[in-house]
C-alpha cells in the first residue's frame, strides 16, 4: 500500500493474497485507491457520531473516572471496515451505540449489524444487511453507518441509512453503490436507493453521508470511471434519500494519476465542514498521505484540484492511508476538538513511526495547526499495509468527550478480526 496502484484486477489479486490464510471465513479484498480497499464480499462514514448536536457534558467538577477496556472481539470471526455511531436522533434510544462491518457469509457479502447498550463495553449482532447484488462472490466494499439528524423527504430524524460498495468481483462488472435505511434500530434493512452506477468496468467507492447546510443529504464517494482521472473525489445530493443529483468534483488532482479517496466529512459547532481524504500519486509527497480540506457548506469544497492540507504534529509526523475522523466536545472549547486515525504513522523523514497502528490525534483548533498524539485505546500489531490492519479505523468519543470508543482490525492468526477499546482522550 505504499506504492500507487497500476491496474486495479492487479490490486485486488495482491489484496486477496494478503487475507488467502482467513480461514473459513473466505475475504478477498476491494479494489486499490491506490491502496487496498478493505472487505470485498463495511459511522464517518459516514456517520455524524460525535456531531455538534450531542449534549456535551461539562466533564469537570464531579465527572465519573475515565474508563480505559482491553481490546475485545467485536463479533466472532472475520469482518472489515468498521463503523460506529451513538444514537442522538432517535429519542429513548439515544444513546446506544451500533457498529457495522462488512462480513462475508458463504460467499455472500453482508453487512453485520451490532449494537451496545452499555456505551461500546460489549455488543451483540442485531441485524444484517443482505442483497442479491452482493451475493454468491459478486463483492462487497466499504460500508457506512449513519443516523439522520433531521427529516429526509419522509424519513424522520432518526432513520438510519447503510451504504456500500457492491459488484466488483463481477465478471464485466458494472459498480454500484446502494442504500439501505432501518426504522428500527438496524433490526431489519429495506433498499432505499441507488446512488451511483458505473458506466464501466471501473470502481465505485467508500460512500459517506452528510447533511449540507441546506438540509440535503449528501453522499460524497471514489469514482475510477472519468478516464481524465485514475480516481477522484465527487459528491451529489437528495431531498428524499431516492432521487441523486448534483453530480460534482470535489477533489480531482492533477496529473491524471492522482487518487484521491476515502473521504471522511464531520461538521464542526461553528457550521464549518471539514473532510479527510488520502491522495495516491506516483509522487513521492502524496503517496497515500492523509490530508483534509474545508467547506462552509458541506457542498462547495473549492476548486478540487487544491488538494488540501497535510495534518501533521508539531514535529512533522503524518498520517498514510485509510484516515478516519471524529468530532467531540471539549470543556472550554466552543469549537470542541477533532480525532484523526491513519493506518499508519510516519516521522517527517518519512520512516515508519514507532507509535504507528497504537496512535491517534487531536486537534482543539478545526485542524489547524499541529495535531496531538495521543495512545489509541486498541494496539494494532501487524505493520503490514493490507485492508486488515488499523484500516479505516472507527473513531466514536463519548458524549462528553472525555472518552473514545475505537474499533479497529487486525490479524488474528489468519482472521482480519475488529477490535473495540474505550479510554481517555
Not at 455524524?48 to 481490546?71: F, I, M, N, V
Not at 454468491?136 to 439528524?149: I, N, Q, S, V
Not at 462547495?300 to 514535529?315: F, K, V, Y
Not at 516521522?347 to 498524539?373: F, L, P, Y
Amino acid at each position: 500500500m505504499s506504492r500507487r496502484r497500476t491496474g486495479h484486477h492487479h490490486a485486488r489479486k495482491v489484496a486477496a493474497a494478503a487475507v488467502a490464510a482467513v480461514a473459513a471465513f473466505g475475504l478477498t479484498a476491494c479494489q486499490g485507491n491506490g491502496d487496498t480497499k478493505a472487505g470485498s464480499s463495511s459511522a464517518s462514514g459516514s456517520q455524524d457520531s460525535g456531531s455538534p448536536d450531542a449534549s456535551a457534558k461539562s466533564g469537570a467538577g464531579d465527572a465519573e473516572p475515565l474508563r480505559k477496556t482491553a481490546p475485545t472481539p467485536l463479533r466472532d470471526g472475520g469482518a472489515l471496515y468498521p463503523r460506529a455511531i451513538r444514537l442522538e436522533h432517535s429519542g429513548e434510544d439515544n444513546g446506544r451505540v451500533l457498529a457495522s462491518t462488512v462480513v462475508h457469509d458463504g460467499g455472500n457479502g453482508i453487512g453485520a449489524v451490532q449494537e451496545s447498550t452499555d456505551g461500546g463495553s460489549s455488543f451483540s449482532q442485531v441485524g444484517t444487511v443482505a442483497d442479491p447484488k452482493s451475493a454468491a462472490g459478486r463483492g462487497l466494499c466499504c460500508a457506512t453507518l449513519y443516523e439522520l439528524p433531521q427529516q429526509v423527504g419522509d424519513m424522520p430524524a432518526g432513520t438510519l441509512l447503510w451504504a456500500a460498495s457492491f459488484g466488483q468481483d463481477t465478471p464485466g462488472r458494472r459498480m454500484t453503490i446502494e442504500v439501505f435505511k432501518s426504522t428500527d434500530l438496524g433490526r431489519k434493512w429495506s433498499h432505499l436507493s441507488t446512488v451511483a452506477t458505473a458506466e464501466d468496468t471501473k470502481g465505485l467507492w467508500e460512500p459517506e453521508f452528510s447533511i449540507d447546510a441546506e438540509g440535503n443529504l449528501v453522499c460524497h464517494y471514489s469514482d475510477e470511471t472519468d478516464p481524465r482521472h485514475s480516481q477522484k473525489l465527487v459528491a451529489v445530493r437528495s431531498r428524499d434519500g431516492v432521487s441523486w443529483s448534483g453530480l460534482h468534483d470535489t477533489v480531482a488532482g492533477t496529473p491524471a494519476s492522482d487518487r484521491p479517496g476515502m473521504a471522511v466529512v464531520r461538521k464542526l459547532p461553528n457550521g464549518t465542514y471539514v473532510m479527510t481524504y488520502e491522495i495516491c500519486s506516483e509522487d513521492p509527497k502524496f503517496s497515500c498521505v492523509v490530508h483534509y480540506r474545508t467547506s462552509a457548506d458541506g457542498w462547495d469544497w473549492g476548486d478540487p484540484t487544491n488538494l488540501g492540507t497535510r495534518p501533521e504534529t508539531a514535529d512533522g509526523k503524518y498520517f498514510k492511508h485509510a484516515p478516519n475522523l471524529a468530532w467531540a466536545p471539549e470543556v472550554g472549547n466552543p469549537q470542541g476538538k477533532l480525532l484523526l486515525i491513519g493506518q499508519a504513522m510516519y516521522n517527517a523523514d518519512g520512516s515508519r513511526a514507532e507509535g504507528s497502528g497504537r496512535t491517534i490525534w487531536t486537534n482543539s483548533k478545526g485542524g489547524e495547526g499541529a495535531w496531538r498524539e495521543i495512545p489509541a485505546p486498541v494496539t494494532v500489531t501487524s505493520d503490514k499495509l493490507d485492508s486488515c490492519p488499523n484500516y479505516s479505523s472507527s473513531l466514536l468519543p463519548s458524549s462528553d468527550g472525555r472518552e473514545v470508543l475505537e474499533i479497529a482490525t487486525d490479524y488474528d492468526g489468519g482472521v482480519c478480526r475488529p477490535y473495540h477499546a474505550t479510554q481517555g482522550t
